[in-house]
Nanobody
Framework: QVQLVESGGGLVQPGGSLRLSCAAS???????MGWYRQAPGKQRGLVAS???????WYADSVKGRFTISRDNAKKTMFLQMNSLKPEDTAVYYC????????WGQGTQVTVSS
């Protein structure tokens, strides 16, 4: 079991940027990692993923605005979010793809003027 801790969320105006971080308690080298989000009243869904070698995938809703990255040596992962929209408001979680362990607390992102 690896513990995952997300941070970096907050309140930002439309068009703004945030950088989310994910710290793992153990090695993530062998895993596909991803960022998920859950908006109020909606199911949690994957928005971006990255394999150990660096290849990435993005949901259409965030493509061109979000950038996922990872540092296997430091057991960390990041999500750079630019040009944020109100519909990006959600709790963001990092996890393996597919999920293997307990979920962390997530980090709240609110996009509002």
């Amino acid at each position: 079991q690896v513990q995952l801790v997300e941070s970096g969320g907050g309140l930002v105006q439309p068009g703004g940027s945030l950088r989310l971080s994910c710290a793992a308690s153990g090695s993530i080298f062998n895993y596909v990692m991803g960022w998920y989000r859950q908006a109020p009243g909606k199911q949690r869904g994957l928005v971006a993923s990255i394999v150990s070698g660096g290849s990435t995938w993005y949901a259409d809703s965030v493509k061109g605005r979000f950038t996922i990255s990872r540092d296997n040596a430091k057991k960390t992962m990041f999500l750079q979010m630019n040009s944020l929209k109100p519909e990006d408001t959600a709790v963001y979680y990092c996890h393996t793809v597919p999920p293997r362990w307990d979920w962390g607390q997530g980090t709240q992102v609110t996009v509002s003027s």
